[in-house]
């Protein structure tokens, strides 16, 4: 272990390497000052299912402004990620002012589907690589206890009839993950294996205490079953379920049976809701205002393909970045794959032939839950916060994008 460490500090170092220019330090560089996120709470059922999505909104951008170390004046934008309401931008515009920025600082929200809060990471990012801006926070919010993705009705049929893969847009998600399991050979045995772990390295981590650094307690109001609103702060994921193993999984009964055996409520991600944020600014910036650098963005792509697979979407956004930086995926430390379905991240792995002590090593959203338009983000926080915990370097993080798309993002530790 000893010189595997000793190796890897090796690669990063070698004058001239891919992995040298990636970790390289300079002035323009785009970094990472404040890296938090909400607990992730049970939709409709958990601490945040009478929270508003513009609360988790306000929330989630007050501790962020609570963590800036400079005045909130200088924060030029603000981009959310959100999947489920169309009034996102509004109240992502009235959270941050009643979060404390001034009506100078701008707000948007975006949209695409899962990946959408590392969506709005990138679209912030590129805005202060080519000078738009200075310094921005892009964030995500989904309260699955309020909305969903799903269609309220058919496609329009001058669209459907000119395309099979303009139908398949329409397929549920379930659906889509049967058909990875269909196609790729994926059994119940290896998906409920891999929701088992996941559970497994989320209860070990909470009860570590390894998340304490990256979860903001947030303070709300829940209503009890009499009715009546209390107060309640929340500080802790409510999804991990101890002592969960693959034989328990095992005998959950299949949640989309009319169309395969292996998608359950055991090994899919959780409904969830909460935030998640990520400050950034150029490193010449940041050293001006004395802010402590977290990360380093790197880069980050996206990549298409079949909307009725749309599950292994990280098979092709995430060779496409690594080749975009001549390197490979053992030169990654951690990886974040979103587990939306066990199928596509059991897949995933394996097709990426990935060392699995690398991925998703604090559990993933089968364990955590993936608030839709958070998850993007909140990938980012955590796996910042392992590779300060194992002092590693290189953090990769990508997502499964619903009508049949990958994306994947790159990021470097630098505390």
């Not at 009235?94 to 590392?118: E, I």
């Not at 699955?144 to 099979?164: A, R, W």
């Not at 329409?170 to 399991?181: C, I, K, L, R």
């Not at 910042?384 to 499964?400: D, G, N, P, Q, V």
């Amino acid at each position: 272990m000893a010189s595997d460490r000793v190796n890897s500090i090796l690669k990063h170092l070698s004058p001239g390497s891919p992995l040298a220019a990636i970790t390289a330090k300079n002035p323009d560089d785009v970094v990472i000052t404040v890296a938090i996120r909400t607990p992730l709470c049970k939709g409709k059922k958990g601490g945040f299912k009478d929270t508003s999505v513009e609360y988790l909104m306000y929330a989630i951008l007050k501790a962020t402004r609570e963590r800036l170390g400079f005045s909130p004046d200088l924060v030029e934008d603000i981009c959310m990620g959100n999947v489920s309401d169309a009034k996102a931008a509004y109240k992502t515009r009235a959270a941050a002012l009643a979060a404390g920025f001034p009506n100078t600082t701008g707000a948007s929200s975006v949209n695409r589907f899962c990946s959408s809060g590392l969506k709005a990471t990138a679209d912030i990012a590129h805005q202060i690589v080519t000078g738009s801006i200075e310094i921005g926070i892009a964030a995500g919010t989904e309260s699955m206890s309020i909305g969903g993705d799903n269609l309220e009705q058919p496609f329009d049929e001058e669209v459907t009839k000119h395309s099979q893969e303009a139908i398949d847009c329409m397929m549920a998600m379930g659906w889509t993950s049967e058909n990875v399991a269909k196609d790729f050979g994926i059994s119940r045995e290896a998906v409920d294996e891999f929701a088992a772990e996941s559970f497994r390295r989320a209860e070990v981590t909470q009860k570590a205490g390894f998340f304490a650094d990256e979860i903001a307690p947030i303070t709300t109001k829940i209503k009890g079953p009499d009715g009546v609103l209390k107060t309640v702060t929340l500080s802790q994921d409510e999804g991990i379920r101890p002592g969960t193993t693959a034989t328990g999984l095992g005998k959950i009964r299949s949640a989309f049976p009319q169309w395969g055996p292996i998608t359950t409520g055991g090994n899919a991600s959780q409904v969830s809701d909460g935030a998640a944020a990520v400050v950034l600014m150029k490193r010449s910036k940041a050293i001006e205002l004395g802010v402590p650098i977290m990360a380093k963005y790197v880069g980050s792509t996206i990549a298409g393909l079949a909307p009725r697979i749309m599950g292994i979407g990280p098979t092709v956004a995430i060779p496409k970045l690594l080749k975009q930086f001549n390197i490979g995926i053992n030169d990654c430390d951690v990886v974040e794959i979103n587990e939306a379905f066990g199928t596509m991240a059991v897949y995933s792995r394996d097709f990426l032939k990935l060392d699995w002590t690398k991925l998703n090593p604090r559990g993933g959203a089968i364990a955590l839950g993936h608030p839709l338009g958070a998850t993007g983000t909140r990938q980012i926080v955590t796996g910042l916060s392992e590779l300060r915990r194992t002092k590693k370097k290189i953090l990769l993080t990508s997502m499964c994008i619903g009508t049949g798309m990958g994306m994947a993002g790159l990021f470097v530790n630098e505390q």
